[in-house]
Protein backbone atom coordinates (compact mmCIF):
# COMPACT_ATOMS: atom_id res chain seq x y z
CA UNK A 1 0.00 0.00 0.00
CA UNK A 2 1.01 3.74 -0.96
CA UNK A 3 1.88 5.44 2.28
CA UNK A 4 2.27 9.17 2.13
CA UNK A 5 4.02 10.52 5.45
CA UNK A 6 3.28 13.85 5.52
CA UNK A 7 4.92 16.30 7.72
CA UNK A 8 2.60 19.18 8.67
CA UNK A 9 3.30 22.34 7.08
CA UNK A 10 5.84 21.14 4.47
CA UNK A 11 6.82 20.40 0.92
CA UNK A 12 5.15 16.88 1.63
CA UNK A 13 1.40 18.35 1.13
CA UNK A 14 2.43 18.58 -3.07
CA UNK A 15 2.42 14.51 -2.43
CA UNK A 16 -1.07 14.66 -0.94
CA UNK A 17 -2.45 16.81 -3.42
CA UNK A 18 -1.07 14.49 -6.44
CA UNK A 19 -2.33 11.35 -4.75
CA UNK A 20 -5.96 13.60 -4.44
CA UNK A 21 -5.58 14.70 -8.04
CA UNK A 22 -4.89 11.25 -9.59
CA UNK A 23 -7.54 9.43 -7.65
CA UNK A 24 -5.21 6.74 -6.21
CA UNK A 25 -6.16 4.91 -3.21
CA UNK A 26 -3.22 5.85 -0.81
CA UNK A 27 -2.61 5.91 3.63
CA UNK A 28 -2.00 9.20 4.69
CA UNK A 29 -0.07 9.33 8.11
CA UNK A 30 0.34 13.12 9.29
CA UNK A 31 3.40 14.36 11.40
CA UNK A 32 4.18 16.98 13.60
CA UNK A 33 7.38 19.12 13.32
CA UNK A 34 9.33 19.37 16.82
CA UNK A 35 8.55 22.53 19.03
CA UNK A 36 12.29 22.92 19.74
CA UNK A 37 13.79 23.79 16.59
CA UNK A 38 10.95 22.66 13.72
CA UNK A 39 12.69 19.99 12.17
CA UNK A 40 10.72 16.64 11.47
CA UNK A 41 10.39 14.59 14.63
CA UNK A 42 12.17 11.57 15.66
CA UNK A 43 10.31 8.83 13.85
CA UNK A 44 9.57 11.07 10.67
CA UNK A 45 13.71 10.95 10.26
CA UNK A 46 13.65 7.67 11.16
CA UNK A 47 11.86 6.74 7.82
CA UNK A 48 14.83 7.52 5.53
CA UNK A 49 18.33 9.04 6.10
CA UNK A 50 17.49 11.87 3.87
CA UNK A 51 15.10 12.92 6.83
CA UNK A 52 13.28 15.60 5.21
CA UNK A 53 9.48 15.33 3.92
CA UNK A 54 8.33 14.49 1.91
CA UNK A 55 8.51 10.85 2.11
CA UNK A 56 6.30 7.73 0.90
CA UNK A 57 6.54 4.15 1.71
CA UNK A 58 5.10 1.40 -0.63
CA UNK A 59 5.90 -2.18 -0.07
CA UNK A 60 9.56 -2.47 0.03
CA UNK A 61 10.41 0.94 -1.15
CA UNK A 62 10.83 4.73 0.50
CA UNK A 63 11.60 7.00 -0.83
CA UNK A 64 12.21 10.78 -0.06
CA UNK A 65 12.15 14.04 -2.53
CA UNK A 66 9.71 15.63 -4.10
CA UNK A 67 10.42 14.91 -7.51
CA UNK A 68 11.40 11.35 -7.44
CA UNK A 69 8.06 10.98 -5.81
CA UNK A 70 6.40 12.62 -7.80
CA UNK A 71 8.29 10.86 -10.61
CA UNK A 72 7.55 7.43 -8.73
CA UNK A 73 3.57 7.74 -8.22
CA UNK A 74 3.20 9.17 -11.57
CA UNK A 75 4.91 6.55 -13.30
CA UNK A 76 3.66 3.93 -11.68
CA UNK A 77 0.32 4.56 -10.46
CA UNK A 78 -0.73 7.29 -12.40
CA UNK A 79 -1.99 5.86 -15.87
CA UNK A 80 -0.90 8.61 -17.94
CA UNK A 81 -2.55 11.34 -16.03
CA UNK A 82 -0.86 14.32 -14.95
CA UNK A 83 2.80 14.51 -16.81
CA UNK A 84 2.56 15.51 -21.01
CA UNK A 85 4.09 12.96 -23.13
CA UNK A 86 6.80 14.24 -25.06
CA UNK A 87 4.65 14.66 -28.20
CA UNK A 88 2.55 17.57 -26.43
CA UNK A 89 3.86 20.91 -27.55
CA UNK A 90 3.54 21.66 -23.58
CA UNK A 91 6.64 19.03 -23.01
CA UNK A 92 9.51 21.49 -22.56
CA UNK A 93 7.24 23.81 -20.14
CA UNK A 94 6.26 20.99 -18.53
CA UNK A 95 10.01 19.79 -17.80
CA UNK A 96 11.33 23.52 -17.06
CA UNK A 97 8.52 24.07 -14.49
CA UNK A 98 8.86 20.74 -13.25
CA UNK A 99 12.80 21.07 -12.39
CA UNK A 100 12.66 24.56 -11.76
CA UNK A 101 10.23 24.70 -8.50
CA UNK A 102 12.67 22.47 -6.60
CA UNK A 103 16.11 23.34 -8.24
CA UNK A 104 16.08 26.59 -7.85
CA UNK A 105 13.23 28.62 -7.21
CA UNK A 106 12.77 26.40 -3.75
CA UNK A 107 16.34 26.69 -3.38
CA UNK A 108 16.82 30.44 -3.34
CA UNK A 109 13.56 31.06 -1.33
CA UNK A 110 15.25 28.26 1.37
CA UNK A 111 18.00 30.16 0.90
CA UNK A 112 16.40 33.54 1.69
CA UNK A 113 14.78 31.83 4.83
CA UNK A 114 17.86 30.88 6.26
CA UNK A 115 20.37 34.03 5.92
CA UNK A 116 16.80 36.20 7.17
CA UNK A 117 17.52 35.93 10.49
CA UNK A 118 20.16 33.58 11.37
CA UNK A 119 18.23 31.56 14.23
CA UNK A 120 20.17 28.68 15.57
CA UNK A 121 17.10 26.82 13.85
CA UNK A 122 18.21 27.66 10.49
CA UNK A 123 21.80 26.50 11.51
CA UNK A 124 20.09 23.17 12.68
CA UNK A 125 18.71 22.39 9.72
CA UNK A 126 21.62 23.10 7.20
CA UNK A 127 23.81 21.07 9.47
CA UNK A 128 21.44 18.26 9.60
CA UNK A 129 20.84 18.25 6.01
CA UNK A 130 24.72 18.58 4.80
CA UNK A 131 25.42 15.59 7.45
CA UNK A 132 22.84 13.40 5.99
CA UNK A 133 23.76 14.41 2.40
CA UNK A 134 27.49 13.41 2.65
CA UNK A 135 26.08 10.37 4.71
CA UNK A 136 23.94 9.21 2.09
CA UNK A 137 26.25 9.35 -0.22
CA UNK A 138 29.11 7.81 1.39
CA UNK A 139 26.57 4.64 2.07
CA UNK A 140 25.16 4.21 -1.51
CA UNK A 141 28.65 4.49 -2.64
CA UNK A 142 30.00 1.99 -0.54
CA UNK A 143 27.38 -0.23 -2.34
CA UNK A 144 28.04 0.09 -5.71
CA UNK A 145 30.57 2.25 -8.13
CA UNK A 146 27.99 4.95 -9.39
CA UNK A 147 24.81 6.29 -7.69
CA UNK A 148 22.25 3.75 -9.67
CA UNK A 149 24.32 0.94 -9.98
CA UNK A 150 27.85 -0.21 -11.29
CA UNK A 151 27.35 1.72 -14.67
CA UNK A 152 26.85 5.64 -15.01
CA UNK A 153 23.67 7.31 -15.50
CA UNK A 154 22.39 10.74 -15.58
CA UNK A 155 21.88 10.77 -11.62
CA UNK A 156 25.69 10.74 -11.59
CA UNK A 157 26.02 13.69 -14.31
CA UNK A 158 23.39 15.35 -11.51
CA UNK A 159 25.24 14.65 -8.63
CA UNK A 160 28.84 15.09 -9.99
CA UNK A 161 28.69 18.92 -9.82
CA UNK A 162 28.34 19.54 -6.38
CA UNK A 163 30.73 17.28 -5.32
CA UNK A 164 33.86 18.31 -8.20
CA UNK A 165 33.32 22.12 -9.14
CA UNK A 166 31.40 23.22 -5.86
CA UNK A 167 34.32 21.66 -3.39
CA UNK A 168 36.84 24.47 -5.41
CA UNK A 169 34.44 27.24 -3.56
CA UNK A 170 33.19 25.48 -0.43
CA UNK A 171 35.75 22.74 0.27
CA UNK A 172 34.81 20.16 2.63
CA UNK A 173 36.14 17.25 3.52
CA UNK A 174 36.54 14.20 2.61
CA UNK A 175 38.76 12.44 5.39
CA UNK A 176 36.36 9.93 6.81
CA UNK A 177 34.88 10.05 3.41
CA UNK A 178 36.52 7.16 1.18
CA UNK A 179 33.84 6.26 -0.49
CA UNK A 180 32.87 9.60 -1.69
CA UNK A 181 36.47 10.20 -2.34
CA UNK A 182 36.85 7.25 -4.93
CA UNK A 183 33.77 8.18 -6.58
CA UNK A 184 35.19 11.80 -7.24
CA UNK A 185 38.55 9.75 -8.68
CA UNK A 186 36.48 7.64 -10.79
CA UNK A 187 34.30 10.56 -12.30
CA UNK A 188 37.43 12.50 -12.81
CA UNK A 189 39.18 9.42 -14.34
CA UNK A 190 36.62 8.85 -17.34
CA UNK A 191 37.44 10.34 -20.46
CA UNK A 192 34.18 11.99 -21.31
CA UNK A 193 34.42 13.94 -17.95
CA UNK A 194 37.53 14.96 -19.10
CA UNK A 195 36.69 16.01 -22.59
CA UNK A 196 33.90 17.43 -21.08
CA UNK A 197 35.70 19.58 -18.15
CA UNK A 198 38.28 20.56 -20.88
CA UNK A 199 36.06 22.23 -22.82
CA UNK A 200 33.18 23.00 -20.75
CA UNK A 201 35.92 24.75 -17.27
CA UNK A 202 39.43 25.05 -19.26
CA UNK A 203 40.53 27.54 -16.36
CA UNK A 204 39.81 24.66 -13.88
CA UNK A 205 42.33 22.32 -15.00
CA UNK A 206 45.10 20.99 -13.05
N1 LIG B 1 14.09 19.01 -1.90
C1 LIG B 1 13.38 18.33 -0.83
C2 LIG B 1 13.21 19.31 0.28
C3 LIG B 1 12.49 18.73 1.43
C4 LIG B 1 12.36 19.70 2.59
O1 LIG B 1 13.07 20.71 2.69
N2 LIG B 1 11.44 19.40 3.48
C5 LIG B 1 11.25 20.19 4.69
C6 LIG B 1 9.79 20.54 4.82
S1 LIG B 1 9.26 21.73 3.65
C7 LIG B 1 11.62 19.36 5.91
O2 LIG B 1 11.67 18.15 5.85
N3 LIG B 1 11.87 20.05 7.04
C8 LIG B 1 12.09 19.39 8.29
C9 LIG B 1 13.48 18.88 8.52
O3 LIG B 1 14.40 19.18 7.74
O4 LIG B 1 13.67 18.19 9.53
C10 LIG B 1 12.06 17.78 -1.35
O5 LIG B 1 11.44 18.42 -2.20
O6 LIG B 1 11.65 16.71 -0.92
Not at 105 to 124: N, P, Q, T, W, Y
Not at 157 to 181: C, H, K, Q, Y
Amino acid sequence: MLTVHHLGISQSERIVWLCEELGIDYEFKRYQRRSDNALAPDDYKALHPAGTAPIITDGDVTLPESGAIIDYITAKYGDGGLVPSPSSPNFADYLFWYHYSNASFMAVLLAKMMIGEGSADRGALLDDRIERGFAMLEDQLGKSDYLAGNELTAADIMMGFELTTVRAFMPFDLESRPNIRAYIDRIQARPAYQRAMAKAEPEMAG
